[in-house]
């Protein structure tokens, strides 16, 4: 059984005003459509539109429904899902937020570690070596590498840790705790189970709250059956910042031998547009065929791009494989940049909303069959968010 929703929020969200209507406009329109005050969705100098939820009650859904929504590559979204759980981990919480206030003014992120809060839990199992830092990765801030010990003795070797901004925009200080082991980028992580392991209970040693995921029965019976795995686990954990007006762009998030990601808000909010791959491709020749929004989008991004994008989107299948290139400007800029594609993806329903306690699920089967997803952090302050991906035991 699916754990009861709690929230009364429920998506898709709403489509209130264009990004350059003033906030007291969007509100009076907020209102009048029977909306909560309106959100302002803006990542990093460019802003796309007022959204809003509407207050009608969500409707829960059972396994079988579950199955296909997740089939069907559309993310799973559970509201208010941990919302119960995470009243014990706010003391735990606040620290993380005090460690990522602590780094963005500077600190070194191996020496706040070392401080008691942090050292007494990790030692004497998990002993720091050294940390290093890829100047051939201008989004890396620095890595710390472990061994873990039992006994005296190193049962695993080379765990890091590595801490990332999110993005190159000096002014946003959103970044990234990702937890792993071995080469990043070149060895397949997934047949080493055993460090998986060890990497996800050092990410549950350094941020405790983790375990609102990790060791949270009613959601591992839900993927366990959603899946029908024996045994679910939670791998290549990552603890999210975002601050205000930061996010992610448009992306995918396959891995092998993983199943998907769990994402959970535990401070701030987020607003995603999510939807599987085959809907994104549908809905830019959509956009491209609509004459009106057309004329719309030669306001808003470069006119080779326009010129480029209508003659691949006679291909679908070209559009589809030129979605996961790395240069792909054309494309990017439109799918993140575009205030009228944004808005065409928020009428079709393709919005959530996230608060503290909120989950979604992502499935990622494969790079022409997954879950493409954009974040936009619509809170005052910086929001912790945990991302784990999804696996079964070996």
């Known amino acids: 059984m699916l754990k009861p929703m709690l929230k009364k929020t429920i998506n898709p969200l709403h489509f209130i005003a264009p990004a350059a209507t003033s906030r007291e406009q969007a509100t009076v329109i907020a209102r009048e459509k029977g909306c909560e005050p309106p959100r302002l969705l803006q990542r990093r100098g460019y802003q796309v539109a007022w959204v809003a939820p509407f207050n009608t009650p969500i409707k829960s859904f059972d396994i079988k429904q579950a199955k296909k929504i997740w089939e069907s590559q559309e993310a799973l979204y559970l509201p208010g899902y941990i919302t119960a759980e995470q009243v014990n981990f706010q003391e735990e919480v606040r620290h993380s937020h005090a460690l990522y206030r602590q780094i963005i003014n500077g600190k070194a992120c191996d020496e706040l570690l070392d401080a008691p809060y942090y050292s007494g839990r990790l030692l004497p199992v998990y002993d720091m070596l050294a940390t290093t830092e890829d100047e051939a990765d201008p989004q890396e801030i620095v890595t710390l590498e472990f061994d873990v010990l039992q006994e005296g003795d190193v049962i695993a070797e080379n765990l890091w840790i590595k801490l990332s901004w999110l993005s190159f925009i000096e002014e946003d200080p959103s970044f990234r705790l990702r937890f792993s082991f071995g080469i990043a980028g070149y060895e397949n992580v997934a047949e080493d189970f055993q460090r998986q392991r060890h990497a996800g209970n050092l990410t549950e040693t350094v941020f405790p709250e983790s375990v609102l995921i990790s060791q949270n029965k009613p ?51 987020t607003v995603w ?43 679908p299948d070209a559009l589809s494989a030129y979605l996961d290139e790395r240069e792909n400007d054309p494309l990017e800029v439109f799918i993140n940049q575009s205030p009228s594609f944004t808005q065409q993806l928020l009428a079709q329903g393709y919005a959530y909303q996230l608060s503290a306690g909120d989950l979604i699920l992502l499935p990622q089967k494969s790079i022409t069959n997954c879950n493409w997803h954009s974040v936009y952090c619509t809170s005052d302050k910086e929001g912790e968010a945990l991302s784990f991906a999804i696996r079964s035991t070996p």
């Open 219 to 269: 959601l591992a019976a839900l993927l366990q059956s959603l899946l029908d795995i024996d045994q679910v686990a939670y791998v290549e954990r990552i603890i999210y910042f975002n601050a205000p007006k930061g996010g992610a762009q448009f992306h995918q998030d396959v891995e092998p031998g993983h199943f998907g990601v769990v994402y959970a808000q535990l401070s701030g909010e």
């Open 273 to 315: 547009i999510s939807l599987a791959k085959n809907n994104l491709v549908k809905e830019i020749i959509l956009f491209f065929k609509d004459e009106k929004k057309l004329d719309l989008l030669a306001d808003e991004i470069k006119p080779e791009f326009i010129q480029f994008l209508s003659h691949l989107v006679k291909n």
